[in-house]
């Protein structure tokens, strides 16, 4: 199944650049997709199922003397 991710981020900033502001979302629409591996031979079967890519919600503020 194919799958996009979708990223955002947005800054402000004073004129003088004393403050600033940086919020960013990371996989904004929340797709998980499932992603397995199954090498398995003829007496064991080994499966290994992961989910990827769960959103991240971050930001940061920024004071410069």
Request: aromatic residues 16%; without cysteine; proline residues 5%.
């Amino acid at each position: 199944r194919a799958y996009t991710l979708l990223n955002f981020g947005a800054g402000l900033k004073t004129e003088d650049e004393r403050y600033s502001m940086q919020l960013y979302v990371k996989n904004l629409l929340d797709e998980r997709p499932y992603q397995t591996w199954a090498p398995g031979n003829a007496t064991t079967a080994a499966t290994v199922g992961l989910w990827r890519f769960p959103r991240q919600i971050g930001g940061s503020f920024r004071v410069t003397f």
